[in-house]
């Protein structure tokens, strides 16, 4: 979880960070911020569409100390979409966050869909819509990274649902009571169809918690592979998953004036050019 | 104490402090609820898979394949009991004991999908809401 919550906090770094420390313009925060979630949005719908592969394990090494030891991995293959429509972009000027939707109906794919492995002909009018948030503003990052952190950990915990995972233990019996030594559970697997229901929040401040609902329409997605994913009598499997938020980074030395210290190779004064 | 043993000790308290992962408290919090989830699971399997009174005294490497049917409910299959370390062959056992079992409650929340909750609420100063207790 810490590993991919620092992912992508980095990410949301990378989306905003260069614009933050050269003074960016409103403007131009505000494009950035737009900009990072309509391609975090087209993401989302890939992950819904061809699937996500999740690699995690989870360890706890000394079970009377509690060290713990978690990794989740996740990845999107290099994948070819198109006809991927937005909503129109909402963007909160005094909280510097945007929010994009991205919709993508089925049928704009079905040329380019393996039609043996995916009968999208079924649902015609299915439209895939899948939410994201972005911002150029570091203190709100790891809030957002956070978020992403959480829909990870959902979709392992729905992967938990549908496919299952190993847990091995090394355990000490004394007197017949476990004194057990160490327990890792794992999971490697790829997961498609994932759909957003939403996120809450647990906690407040930099201390609180992200959790993440996500959801599989099993019914239709039987339908679409062509076999039973589980045996499961509802129409819907879903999950939830939790994130917290990195710790950032020192905050910059701020000078005499309350504003933010920036470092620059350039010298500042007057240069006279004139004759 | 000599002065070399103070500056070791010194050193080496700043050493420990710099290892130490700085955790916010969602995160520990998150950390210890994965342990005790782990450990319950842990339980779970073994004791009502594994005859404790024949492993008594000794060290028992599990295997077992969970399924997840609910937020609160697992299918248990162990696959694997051993003194000397689980091997990884791939071979399934068709015997396999399978339960339910009971983790954890979990409560309701409500979900949003909106730039107005996309934050979580601030932090309340603890000064200030013992003053808004007195009012």
Not at chain 1, 13 to 37: E, V
Not at chain 1, 244 to 254: G, T
Not at chain 2, 69 to 81: A, P, W
Request: with cysteine; charged share 30%; net charge neutral.
């Amino acid at each position: 979880m810490r590993i991919a919550a620092a992912i992508f906090l980095g990410f949301a770094f990378a989306c905003g960070l260069a614009a933050q420390d050269q003074q960016a313009s409103p403007a131009a925060k505000k494009l950035n911020s737009i900009n990072c979630a309509k391609v975090l949005a087209e993401r989302n719908i890939v992950e819904t569409v061809y699937g996500v592969k999740i690699r995690f394990t989870e360890e706890v090494n000394n079970i009377l100390e509690g060290s713990f030891q978690g990794n989740v991995e996740t990845k999107t293959g290099k994948r070819t979409i198109k006809g991927i429509e937005f909503e129109p972009v909402k963007y909160d000027p005094a909280k510097d966050i945007a929010q994009a939707t991205a919709t993508l109906k089925l049928s704009n794919i079905a040329d380019i869909v393996d039609k043996d492995k995916f009968n999208i002909a079924k649902f015609p009018d299915k439209v895939i819509r899948r939410t994201a948030f972005a911002t150029s503003s570091p203190d709100k990052a790891a809030k957002i990274a956070a978020i992403r952190a959480a829909e990870i950990d959902a979709y392992k915990n729905l992967y938990k649902k549908i496919g299952g995972f190993t847990l091995e233990s090394n355990t000490k019996v004394e007197n017949f009571v476990l004194k057990s030594e160490s327990v890792k559970a794992s999971v490697i697997g790829a997961l498609m169809g994932a759909e957003f229901v939403g996120f809450s929040w647990e906690g407040e401040g930099d201390d609180a918690i992200a959790t993440v609902k996500l959801r599989i329409n099993a019914k239709e997605l039987s339908e679409m592979i062509g076999e039973k994913l589980i045996d499961f009598d509802k129409e819907f499997i879903e999950a939830e998953g939790q994130g917290a938020q990195k710790v950032s980074a020192a905050p910059k030395r701020k000078n005499e004036d309350g504003k933010q210290a920036v470092k620059t190779d350039v010298i500042e004064g007057n240069i006279n050019i004139t004759p | 104490m000599p002065k070399a043993a103070v500056l070791a000790a010194m050193f080496l308290w700043a050493c420990i402090l710099v290892s130490v992962p700085d955790l916010r408290a969602g995160q520990k919090e998150l950390i210890e609820k994965k342990v005790k989830e782990l450990i319950e699971l842990n339980k779970i399997v073994v004791e009502k898979n594994v005859d404790l009174k024949k492993y008594d005294k000794q060290t028992v490497f599990i295997k077992a394949r969970l399924q997840q049917v609910s937020d609160n409910e697992y299918n248990v299959k162990v696959e694997e009991v051993s003194v000397d370390g689980i091997k990884d062959d791939g071979r399934k056992d068709e015997n396999a004991i399978v339960i339910k079992a009971k983790v954890s409650e979990k409560a309701d929340r409500t979900f949003h999908l909106d730039l107005e909750n996309v934050l979580p609420p601030e932090k309340k100063e603890s000064g200030g809401k013992e003053k808004e207790n007195t009012k």
